[in-house]
């Protein structure tokens, strides 16, 4: 069975379409999210006290500017992020558990499908695994894909107030990379696969909603189911997979310079800088269980619009592309 290779094209034109929407109109929420989870228990570092406290500090040092820091490698970042992951997601679906549209060599069982995508066959007695393979391995690709973007994202997002200031993500790139060579880029990958759990949640918990949506009127969903079945799927797999966020905006602003990394290490003294565990162990230990929930709240704020934007932009673009396909 082939996947038909306009399908492919079609899902990554409609999910960097719904990304680039979606990381414009939210990102002053994503700025105050990521410097509220990157804020560290220290004593003589400044504290926000809250999501307003947050923006007020934003706005008298850097202006409505700040909140819009780090949207270039944000959308740089959303756009290969998600064509990746629509057309890996697509891709497993209709390889595994369904024909492309227009196809008639359907093999097995049919069955109606969840969404206007012609049938699918035999698998579609076993959606739950076909929507978590299909979630998992996209999350993975576009994930390793696209680590450095969001590594120089974060950067941006949580500079100090007195620090010279990226001009731009290439100066970004360019300044980590010489700094602190290749392996920055890399740095919260770990945590970030770990967060593959999070759309393994989502997406089969978005495609049920949709059967559950669509199986009375048997039409294709209209913009507002759509918007509310994608956004009580963000929602729960945002609470249930939030602490990872914070453990890889810990370890993405962790700044291991060449010189240092170079310089042999007392082995009497710890180490400043470590890993996912040592990372995890010791926001709990300074700042309590709270402490892997910071910017939760605004965080839900931000994503479930975010995703509701997304999925929207992507399923209507797709009815779209497809009718264009065809006619």
Not at 181 to 197: E, K, V
Not at 255 to 269: F, G, H, Q, S, Y
Request: charged share 20%; net charge positive.
């Amino acid at each position: 069975m082939q996947t038909d290779p306009r399908w492919t094209v079609n899902s990554m034109i409609a999910g960097a379409g719904g990304g680039l929407v979606s990381s414009v109109a939210t990102c002053p929420l994503d700025v105050v999210k990521t410097k509220l989870q990157a804020q560290r228990a220290s004593h003589g570092e400044r504290h926000y006290r809250g999501v307003l406290d947050t923006v007020k500090f934003i706005l008298r040092h850097d202006g409505l500017r700040g909140l819009y820091r780090g949207l270039g490698p944000t959308i740089l970042g959303y756009l290969p992020t998600w064509a990746i992951y629509f057309a890996v997601y697509d891709g497993i679906k209709t390889r595994f558990g369904g024909e492309t549209p227009g196809s008639t060599n359907v093999r097995g069982h049919i069955y109606p499908a969840a969404q206007v995508k012609g049938y699918q066959p035999i698998m579609r007695e076993h959606p739950w695994s076909l929507h978590i393979l299909s979630a998992m391995v996209a999350g993975a690709a576009s994930t390793t894909a696209t680590n450095p973007l969001w590594v120089i994202k974060t950067r941006f997002m949580t500079q100090p107030h007195g620090e010279v200031r990226y001009r731009h993500t290439l100066d970004a790139f360019l300044t980590i990379y010489r700094t602190e060579g290749p392996r920055a880029f890399y740095r919260g990958l770990f945590p970030s696969l770990l967060g593959i759990t999070h759309v393994a949640v989502q997406f089969p918990l978005y495609e049920q909603l949709k059967i559950w949506a669509q199986r009375d009127s048997g039409k294709p969903l209209t913009s507002g189911s759509i918007l509310v079945c994608s956004g009580i799927a963000k929602m729960t797999a945002s609470v249930a997979t939030y602490p990872h966020e914070v453990v890889r905006t810990r370890l993405q602003t962790q700044r291991r310079l060449l010189e240092d990394m170079k310089a042999p290490r007392d082995p009497n003294v710890a180490p400043r800088h470590g890993g996912l565990i040592h990372t995890t162990k010791k926001i709990i230990r300074l700042e309590g269980w709270r402490g892997l929930y910071k910017g939760l709240s605004v965080n839900l704020i931000r994503t479930v619009p975010n995703s509701a934007v997304t999925m929207l932009t992507y399923e209507l673009m797709m009815r779209w592309l497809f009718a264009r396909t065809v006619s």
